[in-house]
């Protein structure tokens, strides 16, 4: 990672790991259809209405920051974005899970259905375009599908969403409003010691932008 000059207006464009992921397949699952902007490196607390030198001022700190350079960790990066919000909102929207961990037998299934509370005036709702949600290592998992959004764009890209891999450490995105996770059932993953396989599930919503992550366990049923 590198720090860019502030001072000089750049445009770093570089394909994230997952992206890296798509193009590599060559099938057409790579598209960019949308962007989204973030300010994951500014902090607001260094806004001071008390600058000497006038309010033209007062955002000087924050202006000054370095920007990060683009990396390719995509878990890492772009964890705060940039949403609307009617004029007055006082709480930022958060997505909750039901769960702050999950815990899966080997071939057990469990469906989670995210809420986004504090969202366009209501204490919880069901954001309309629905949430993307990603799970770190699809090795993990026997199956792992996103329900609940039916438009075409969305049909086609959880189709050619990967299913599982048993090789390299690979992430899985699906977009829905109700996703189904089953613990895979291959033994060879846990390796002669380990018992339980862990994970991360990050699911952010689509049109508020919130997003949660939390811990995925897969434990190893025993056969003796």
């Keep these: ?86 004029r007055g909102t006082s709480r930022l929207p958060v997505v909750s899970l039901g769960y702050n961990t999950i815990t899966l037998k080997q071939g057990a299934s469990l469906t989670i259905t995210p809420q986004t509370l504090n969202y366009l005036g209501a204490t919880s709702t069901f954001e309309a375009n629905g949430y993307v949600a990603t799970i770190a290592d699809i090795r993990l998992l026997s199956s792992f599908q996103g329900t609940g959004i039916t438009t075409t764009a969305v049909t086609v890209g959880n189709a050619a969403a990967l299913n599982t891999t048993t090789g390299t450490v690979l992430s899985k995105s699906e977009i829905g409003t109700s996703f189904t996770l089953t613990g895979t059932t291959v033994n060879t993953l846990f390796g002669t010691t380990l018992t339980t396989l862990a994970t991360t599930i990050t699911v952010v919503g689509r049109d508020s932008g919130a997003r949660i992550t939390i811990p995925v366990n897969i434990q190893k049923v025993s056969t003796t």
């Design 1 to 86: 990672m590198a720090i860019l000059n502030p001072t000089i207006v750049t445009v770093d464009a570089i394909l994230t790991t997952k992206g890296r992921e798509l193009l590599a397949r060559n099938d057409g699952s790579f598209q960019i259809t949308q962007f989204s902007l973030a300010d994951d490196e500014i902090d607001y607390t260094l806004y001071n209405p008390n600058q000497p030198s006038g309010s033209a001022f007062y955002g000087q700190a924050i202006e000054a920051m370095p920007i990060i350079q683009a990396f390719p960790e995509d878990t890492q990066m772009m964890r705060y974005k940039l949403v609307t919000l009617p």
